[in-house]
């Protein structure tokens, strides 16, 4: 048996943290799925970037939407659409098969409006309808201001990744959103089965903190974080708050591992796999570390649920000088800002390849 089935069995899920057009028409997804258990599948601006910057996949949409009047974010939005269609329609059996517990793919709101309440209110429920497929997530980043905006997503039954989660603290405020959203659901006489997933980034703390820590600290952080959120979201699971909705026909809200890729060099290219196998969780990883994993990767013993010595290591980086409190809404605050730079440059690979397209198109 190989390691990602092997973890497969063990409970925890593998999503793909990557998306192309060709990655579906050439049946790679489809080979991915069967051969490496792959039961998801998370997408970001910066991963669509990449796809449409280096490839001609897209360029008859391009043309044909741009023929149509789309420009920008419209654009967009058209072409994101049609990739995530085709990928949750390759998943749907894998969500129906789970009910609705895997098969899931993501589609993020605009960064710009990382701190407009209101606008990602419209925004997350205006992409889940166009979507038309009942396995989409809508990312919504866990800012103070996409606190309130997961609350009344999760009440108007819009299914909701939150994104940009780096602390055990923005863990807690995301997943008290999705509780009470779904207590109020049940006090307005509503079906509770409404789907989240709540992200925590783990290797962007240990790249903040590489020239910072000494030698025997490096690439601890993010682990020893991850290994806190995994002890409250198990208290979570546990307290009588949860059981009484899961008893009402709740389903939890699952915890997810983003950034797994290994950024030190020096480093395993599967640490992060290894290192947080965990039940009842998802992983979502890149596809060369998924390739990584499926040729090399150990599955070993998987993360105590009481959080294991992950205070100890804490406190050693608290003696180290280091704040993780301030560094947690720092590297939130930064997340927000690489998206929305990642927005842009995007937003104008799509008009520059437009421009192109059509001008090529009347030369003919």
């Given at each position: 048996?190989?390691?990602?089935?092997?973890?497969?069995?063990?409970?925890?899920?593998?999503?793909?943290?990557?998306?192309?057009?060709?990655?579906?028409?050439?049946?790679?997804?489809?080979?991915?799925?069967?051969?490496?258990?792959?039961?998801?599948?998370?997408?970001?601006?910066?991963?669509?970037?990449?796809?449409?910057?280096?490839?001609?996949?897209?360029?008859?949409?391009?043309?044909?939407?741009?023929?149509?009047?789309?420009?920008?974010?419209?654009?967009?939005?058209?072409?994101?659409?049609?990739?995530?269609?085709?990928?949750?329609?390759?998943?749907?059996?894998?969500?129906?098969?789970?009910?609705?517990?895997?098969?899931?793919?993501?589609?993020?709101?605009?960064?710009?409006?990382?701190?407009?309440?209101?606008?990602?209110?419209?925004?997350?429920?205006?992409?889940?309808?166009?979507?038309?497929?009942?396995?989409?997530?809508i990312k919504i980043p866990g800012t103070p201001a996409g606190i309130p905006a997961?609350?009344?997503?999760?009440?108007?039954?819009?299914?909701?990744?939150?994104?940009?989660?780096?602390?055990?603290?923005?863990?807690?405020?995301?997943?008290?959103?999705?509780?009470?959203?779904?207590?109020?659901r049940l006090a307005a006489g509503r079906e509770p089965r409404v789907a989240s997933v709540a992200s925590l980034f783990v290797s962007r703390w240990d790249v903040a903190v590489k020239d910072k820590v000494p030698a025997q600290l490096r690439n601890r952080l993010g682990i020893a974080v991850a290994m806190r959120a995994y002890r409250a979201y198990r208290e979570l699971l546990s307290s009588a708050r949860w059981q009484k909705l899961a008893a009402r026909g709740a389903n939890e809200q699952r915890l997810l591992w983003a950034s797994t890729g290994t950024k030190d060099p020096d480093a395993s290219d599967v640490l992060y796999i290894e290192a947080l196998i965990a039940p009842d969780t998802i992983n979502t990883i890149p596809e060369k570390t998924l390739l990584a994993f499926a040729d090399h990767g150990q599955v070993g013993a998987a993360l105590p649920m009481d959080g294991g010595n992950s205070e100890e290591i804490l406190a050693e980086f608290g003696r180290a000088g280091l704040d993780l409190a301030t560094l947690g809404t720092t590297l939130q605050r930064d997340g927000a800002a690489t998206f929305t730079k990642a927005w842009g440059d995007l937003l104008r690979c799509v008009g520059a390849k437009s421009e192109q397209l059509v001008k090529v198109a009347r030369t003919r």
């Open positions: 048996m190989n390691s990602t089935r092997q973890l497969h069995d063990l409970g925890q899920s593998l999503w793909l943290d990557y998306i192309t057009r060709t990655l579906m028409t050439s049946g790679t997804l489809s080979r991915y799925i069967k051969e490496f258990s792959i039961t998801g599948m998370t997408s970001n601006p910066t991963i669509f970037d990449r796809a449409i910057r280096r490839a001609t996949a897209y360029d008859d949409s391009i043309h044909t939407h741009a023929l149509q009047g789309k420009a920008g974010e419209a654009l967009f939005i058209e072409l994101a659409l049609e990739d995530l269609r085709s990928a949750a329609d390759s998943f749907r059996q894998i969500y129906d098969a789970s009910g609705g517990r895997d098969g899931w793919v993501s589609l993020e709101v605009s960064p710009l409006l990382a701190d407009d309440t209101a606008g990602s209110i419209k925004s997350a429920a205006l992409l889940h309808a166009r979507a038309q497929r009942p396995n989409l997530f997961i609350e009344e997503s999760i009440y108007a039954g819009v299914p909701i990744n939150v994104t940009l989660l780096f602390s055990c603290e923005q863990y807690k405020a995301a997943a008290e959103a999705y509780l009470r959203g779904i207590e109020r």
